[in-house]
C-alpha cells in the first residue's frame, strides 16, 4: 500500500470485502478487498486470468460471488432485492471489450439503448442526442444510422463509449478499453475516457493491461494477483512502487516474481 | 540378460479384475451411465421448464417490447410462408396422388378429397409447417441469441439495465404461439388447394364435387385440433431456439452446436407432442 496520500475518510463508492469466487472448483477470486472513492478512477492492473473481469462482473450483477460483500455507497447489493439492486445497478455504465454494439440495431439506436428501453425519451429526441453523444465521442453525424458491423475497431468503442455514458451514470467500468486499438487511436479513447469521466463527475473502474493508458486514465491503480488485491496505490507511480510484482507487471519484465512463479 | 526388457505394467486398480479387452461388460458402470443421463435429462427439462415459466411472466409486467414481437411475428408467419406454402402444396399433391393409387385397388377413389383434407388439417399441415419452421425460425434464434451470448451482447443489455429474458425471449416465445397458428391455416389451404389441383387436372375429378366432398367431409374440431398443435409447436421452436441460443458457450463452435441442438431438439419434441396430443383429441 502507498503510504504518501492521507487517508480518505469519505464512504468509498465501491468498497469490497472477502469477494471470493470459483469456477468449477478453482478459485478466481480468493478475498478481494477494495475501496473506490467517489470521483476517482481506479485502474485495476493484473495478468490475464487473475480475475480482473471476474470482479466487475460481480460488481455489476453479471456474476454472483460465493462470498464477501459488495458495497455502492455503503449499501451492501447483494443484500439488496432485486429492485434495489436493478436501481443501483441504473446508475452504471459499462463498456466491453469489444464493445458489445447490438448487430441488429443502427448505431444511434445503440447509444440510446438504455433511455429508449425504459421509455424515458421518444425516439426523435433520442436520435437527437444519440448524434450529440457520438460527436462529443469524436464520430460524425452520419455515423448513427450505420450499421455496428460496419464501423472499425476504434469506431465501435468509441459508439461503446458513447453508449455507456448516454444515460450520465454515477459509476462507469470500463472493461480493456485499448485492446486491438492501435497506440494512437488507444491514446485518443483514453483521452475521451477522461473527459467523459471528469464532465460527469463519474467514480471509473478500468481494467487493463496496457500501462500507458492504466497511467493516462487511471488516479488510482490496484495490482490484482492469485485472486487477491496484492497492491494499491496512486497511478502515478505505477513502474516504482516498490512492490515487486507491480514493478515486474508494469515495466514488462521477463525475469521476476511472476515469471519464477509461472516456470515452477 | 535376456528379460532387461519387461514393458512397464500398468497399475491394477483396487477391486478390479484386469479384462483382456477395454471393452469390457461392468454392469454397475452401466448403470451409473444410466443414471446420470436420466439425471441429466431432469435436470435440463427443469431448466427449461423455468426459462418457458419465466419467459412467460414476462408477458404480465411491462414494460413490453412491441416492436420485437413484431419483428419476431412477421419472420414466422411472413417470412417462413413460401418455404411452408410450396411444402404444403406439394404435399398436397403427392397426397392427392398417392391415395388416389391405393384407394383404386379397392374402388375407394372417392375418398381422395377426404383424405388429403383430413390429412393436411390434423397431422400434415401443422407438422410440416412446425419442422419447416424448426429448422428455419429455430436455426434462427439460437445463432441469434447465441452470438449475442458469446459477444458478451446479452451482459451489455443487463448492464443498460434491460432484463435480457423479456427482451430477448417473451417477445419470440409470444410471436411462436400467435405466428404458428396463422401460418398453419395458410398451410391447410395451399394443402389442400394442390390435392384438388391433381384432383381436378390430372385424376380426372369434377371440381365442384371435389370442393363439395372437402367440405361436406371437414369439421371444425379437424381444423382447431391442427391450430392448436401449430400453436404448441409455434411455443417449442421458440422456447428450444431462444433456450439453445441463451445457454450456448464458447464462441462459433459453441454457437453452431446451440443452433443444431435447437432444430434436432424441437423436430423431436414436435413429434412427440403431435402423437400426444392427437392422442388426446381424437383417442376414444
Redesign the interface.
Known sequence: MSEAQAPDTRTPKIRLRGLKKSFNGKPVLDGVDLDVMPGRSMVILGGSGTGKSVTIKCILGLIEPDEGTIEIDGRNVLTMSRRERAAVLDRTGMLFQNGALFDSLPVWENVCFKLLAQGRISREKARQRAVEALVDVGLGMGVGEMDPASLSGGMQKRVALARAIASQPDIIFFDEPTTGLDPIMGAVIDGLIVDCVKRLGATAVTITHDMASARRIGDDAAMLHKGRIVWTGPAAELGHTGNPLVDQFARGEREGPIAMELRR | MGRATAAPTAPREPGRVNSPTPLAFRPLDWVAALGRATIGLCRSTGAVALFALTGLSHLLRP?FHPRLFLRAFLEIAWFSLPVVGLTAVFTGMVLALQSFSGFSRFGAEGAVANVVVLSITRELGPVLAGLMVSGRIGAAFAA?IG??RV???I??L?????DPMK?LVTPRLLAGILAMPLLVLVADILGVMGGYLIGTLKLGFSGPAYLKATLDFLQWMDVVSGLVKAAVFGFVVALLGTWCGYTSRGGAQGVGAATTAAVVSSSILILALDYVLTEAFFAR
Open positions: 414494460p441469434e452470438t449475442m459477444t458478451d451482447q451482459d451489455a443487463t448492464t443498460l439495465s434491460t427482451y
